[in-house]
T-cell receptor, first 116, second 116 residues
Framework: AQTVTQSQPEMSVQEAETVTLSCTYDTSESDYYLFWYKQPPSRQMILVIRQEAYKQQNATENRFSVNFQKAAKSFSLKISDSQLGDAAMYFCAYNGNNNAGNMLTFGGGTRLMVKP | DADVTQTPRNRITKTGKRIMLECSQTKGHDRMYWYRQDPGLGLRLIYYSFDVKDINKGEISDGYSVSRQAQAKFSLSLESAIPNQTALYFC???????????????FGPGTRLTVL
């Protein structure tokens, strides 16, 4: 079974600075997808960014980018120019391509605080 | 209007009571999911459904049942609620277009359930 680990329960960053959230995963599959979801205080789960394992190029979405290290099974999220609205819980998630149920396996989450 | 809605948003109930959480979607997706969120554990899959006639157990189905009344509706029931079922519950949908793992899951706003 796949597992996803987020080793940082809480992180803080100064507004306008850069922060990196860590995620590692364990799998025997070679083809899979990785996601970062944001959960603000409203509780809504919002997809931030996705990465296909077969792509070597790291995904980017505006101020959000990932550092995907397939051999190390690491998938960190970098937030540049942090804004107050980035304060939220962030979840890393895994979805294997052999997973007929299209089920997501989530990490335990990292709470990000942004200081003004 | 929200594409995935959940009712109620918050519920307090007592041990032994039967309770139903409802999910509706207007996205036209065939696949629907119920997850449970606990602090430090992320989200875990309870049940999922590919269509009205296809219901599958997830990682933590004990103590729960589901009903897929229509493509747009997927309900989660706790037959006899117990305190350790106190959690945040999410419904999600996805569309099986392209490789399974690419499918983004669209989440409802969540239901916070407290069992006393």
């Amino acid at each position: 079974a796949q597992t996803v680990t987020q080793s940082q329960p809480e992180m803080s960053v100064q507004e306008a600075e850069t922060v990196t959230l860590s995620c590692t995963y364990d799998t025997s599959e070679s083809d899979y997808y990785l996601f970062w979801y944001k959960q603000p205080p409203s509780r809504q789960m919002i997809l931030v960014i996705r990465q296909e394992a077969y792509k070597q190029q790291n995904a980017t979405e505006n101020r959000f980018s990932v550092n995907f290290q397939k051999a190390a099974k690491s998938f960190s999220l970098k937030i540049s120019d942090s804004q107050l609205g980035d304060a939220a819980m962030y979840f890393c998630a895994y979805n294997g391509n052999n997973n007929a149920g299209n089920m997501l396996t989530f990490g335990g989450g990292t709470r990000l605080m942004v200081k003004p | 209007d929200a594409d995935v809605t959940q009712t109620p948003r918050n519920r307090i109930t007592k041990t032994g009571k039967r309770i139903m959480l409802e999910c509706s979607q207007t996205k036209g997706h065939d696949r629907m999911y119920w997850y449970r969120q606990d602090p430090g554990l992320g989200l875990r899959l309870i049940y999922y459904s590919f269509d009205v006639k296809d219901i599958n157990k997830g990682e933590i189905s004990d103590g729960y049942s589901v009903s897929r009344q229509a493509q747009a509706k997927f309900s989660l029931s706790l037959e006899s609620a117990i305190p350790n079922q106190t959690a945040l519950y999410f419904c999600a949908t996805s569309d099986p277009v392209g490789p399974a793992g690419m499918n983004e899951q669209f989440f409802g706003p969540g239901t916070r359930l407290t069992v006393l």
